[in-house]
């Protein structure tokens, strides 16, 4: 069984930034790829980022292509997530993953994660 826990979240205005944090209590996570989601109320959840179980492949949502960037440190077992020039319509509940079904690269699909941490919320408004 492993457990994620989000943190970082918070409220800042447009066109500032926020680093996501993600700790894993398993060292296993270390072999698999995670990723980064977000929600916003009546929405499904939607892709963000993703990185490989190395941290050398990584890809992203169009809508964050340039601003946010994904990275891991896997002596810490943290996944992190750092956003930069964000805007009103980044707000939402974002969300850990890990995929420990394979050992691939990583997946925007939402059904190939089986670990999700609980959501940390980040609001953008002035």
């Known amino acids: 069984q492993v457990h994620l826990v989000e943190s970082g979240g918070g409220l800042v205005q447009p066109g500032g930034s926020l680093r996501l944090s993600c700790a894993a209590s398993e060292r296993t996570v270390n072999k698999y790829a995670m990723a980064w989601f977000r929600q916003t109320p009546g929405k499904e959840r939607e892709f963000v980022a993703l990185?490989?179980?190395?941290?050398?492949?990584?890809d992203y949502a169009d809508s964050v292509k340039g601003r946010f960037t994904i990275s891991r440190d896997n002596a810490k077992n943290t996944l992190y997530l750092q956003m930069n020039t964000l805007k009103p319509e980044d707000t939402a509940v974002y969300y850990c993953a890990v995929d420990t079904l394979d050992y691939g690269l990583g997946s925007p699909v939402r059904g190939e994660y089986d670990y999700w941490g609980q959501g940390t919320q980040v609001t953008v408004s002035s």
């Open positions: 990185i490989s179980w190395s941290g050398r492949s990584t």
